[in-house]
């Protein structure tokens, strides 16, 4: 299994502004994967982060509206950029383990946006 | 792409046996997931198929035909505690995972 600490837990942002989520696990994984929560909705991937390369973004998610980094095999951030209220939502990170047959997730990021 | 199915919402009765369906049609396929989701918490693995068959976990059990796209998870001697919306999810791998839209389930005593 993997244990994956996740923070900031919640925050509440100004529209405009920006939010740097961090993720970190307790062993070293390849892939690191960034999803979103709606309200009342299940996850919807957003990019794969993978360390020493660019990460990979799904359709509807660009670069420019969510950064991330992964300097190291245990560690990624992702920044929401120019808020909107529409941008309030739970970001999770997760990690696949044991030959990519157990997948974890973080408890998640509650993002306001006001 | 992937599409996945799974019923909204069903209700069982405490120390019941209820089983949650989910269909899924996939461009690729690494693996059926299942997770438990607590209102407010992030969701919480409970099982991984890719071989067609039953994996049994103490209560819960998790089925997969691959020939026919479709898995169950089954919950047995339900408790209270197992309200919840539990999550369907096919992929992994690089592809990370897709998911369905969660089915609440309600238990009551």
């Known amino acids: 299994s993997a244990v994956i600490s996740q923070k900031p837990s919640r925050d509440i942002c100004q529209r405009g502004t920006s939010l740097t989520i961090q993720c970190q696990v307790d062993?070293?994984?390849?892939?690191m994967f960034w999803y979103r929560q709606q309200p009342g909705q299940s996850l919807t991937l957003i990019a794969t982060?993978?360390?020493?390369?660019?990460?990979?973004?799904e359709s509807g998610f660009v670069i420019d509206k969510f950064p991330i980094s992964r300097p190291n095999l245990t560690f990624s951030t992702l920044t929401v950029s120019n808020l909107s209220p529409e941008d309030s939502s739970i970001y999770l990170c997760?990690?696949?383990?044991?030959?990519?047959?157990?997948?974890?997730f973080g408890q998640g990021t509650r993002l306001t946006v006001v | 792409g992937q599409n996945i199915d799974q019923p909204t919402e069903m209700t069982a009765t405490e120390g019941a046996i209820v089983q949650i369906n989910c269909t899924y049609q996939?461009?690729?396929?690494?693996?059926l997931f299942w997770y438990q989701q607590h209102a407010g918490e992030a969701p919480t693995f409970l099982s991984y198929?890719?071989?067609?068959g039953l994996e049994e976990k103490g209560r819960f059990s998790s089925f997969l035909s691959r020939s026919k796209g479709y898995s169950y998870l089954l919950l047995k001697e339900l408790q209270m505690k197992d309200s919840a919306s539990y999550l369907c999810a096919a992929g992994g791998g690089a592809d990370g995972l897709t998911f369905g839209k969660g089915t609440h389930l309600i238990i009551q005593p």
């Open positions: 997760s990690v696949l383990t044991g030959g990519d047959t157990e997948a974890f």
């Open positions: 996939t461009s690729g396929f690494n693996g």
């Open positions: 062993s070293q994984v390849t892939m």
């Open positions: 982060a993978n360390q020493g390369s660019e990460a990979t973004y």
């Open positions: 198929n890719v071989l067609d």
